[in-house]
């Protein structure tokens, strides 16, 4: 039996709440359906240069020479799935999850060992219906294309390591590099100049000259706010086509209150922010808080 070393982009793939299919279908159908959905990551994979290593239920493991060859195999298979009016369910469509790592593995017999199959296998663990997550260092081998639409989401920590890695999502749906992150509107929406967040005696002007305010426990955030419901990277404001938004890469969510009291709560998701108030990390806001994180759109 030989091994041989090499480094490549470890790719899993997954379909999302396949138990609840069986329970929904029955054993047949769910079957099918699963297959199906198999058949299309290994599809796309030969398609991408990829290897399947081999498929366990509702699972493929690939390996890819470059991690561009991964995400675009990544972004087939998500496209792909959508589409297939088969995979409609009560309503819903059956959705995947995917997760990529570039690192070191072992080749032997058909089949791949190592540290990072493990952590591609982690990032898949990460994911939600519907996304790509790779960790930052196979982020940094992606092509500028790829890296201008990947956004970090969260921090983890790996089984068995003390260190602490950071999530990208890759917004495989280029044609709209927002449509992951869909607006909630609060109220008439118009384009403003600037948004300008305060915090304690800081305050932060977000406009054309600067990208992005991140908001979190984390000494390395714009604003740094403690508290056992707050992540470390927990929501950033950007700005995307004249418009602020806030978006959440939480646990627990984050929620706006409005100068005129209306409310809203995002959890790994977006929301259009307007006119002036509060925003509170992982817990609904007190305007009357000293440390408060208050904003202001200003034309």
């Not at 309503?91 to 990072?116: M, T, W, Y």
Request: charge should be negative; aromatic fraction near 4%; charged fraction near 25%.
């Amino acid at each position: 039996m030989t091994s041989t070393e090499t480094e490549v982009a470890v790719l899993f793939a997954d379909v999302v709440g396949s138990t609840r299919l069986y329970e929904l279908l029955g054993d047949q159908r769910a079957r099918e359906l699963i297959q199906l959905c198999v058949e299309i990551m290994r599809d796309a994979t030969v398609r991408n240069r990829g290897t399947v290593i081999k498929t366990i239920g509702d699972e493929i493991l690939a390996i890819f020479p470059t991690v561009d060859d991964a995400v675009n195999a990544g972004g087939e298979m998500q496209q792909d799935v959508g589409a297939r009016p088969e995979l409609l369910v009560q309503g819903q469509h059956v959705a995947i999850r995917i997760g990529c790592h570039f690192g070191p593995v072992v080749l032997e017999n058909k089949d791949i060992f190592g540290g990072s199959v493990h952590t591609a296998n982690r990032m898949t663990s990460q994911a939600k219906a519907g996304q790509i997550i790779l960790s930052a260092g196979t982020v940094n081998r992606c092509s500028p294309e790829w890296r201008a639409v990947s956004r970090r989401v969260d921090v983890t920590s790996l089984r068995g390591l003390n260190e602490e890695m950071e999530l990208y999502e890759v917004l495989w749906q280029q044609e709209d590099a927002t449509s992951m992150l869909p607006s909630i509107a609060m109220g008439g929406m118009r384009d403003a100049q600037r948004i300008r967040v305060r915090h304690l005696d800081h305050e932060i002007v977000l406009d054309d000259a600067r990208n992005e305010i991140t908001m979190g426990r984390a000494e390395e955030n714009s604003v740094v706010q403690k508290g056992t419901l707050i992540s470390r990277l927990h929501a950033r404001i950007e700005l995307v086509r004249g418009r602020f938004l806030l978006v959440d890469q939480s646990t627990n969510g984050t929620f706006v209150l409005n100068a005129d009291g209306k409310e809203s709560f995002v959890r790994r998701d977006s929301v259009a922010l307007q006119g002036e108030g509060c925003i509170g990390l992982g817990k609904l806001p007190d305007p009357d808080a000293a440390d408060v994180i208050r904003f202001a759109l200003e034309d």
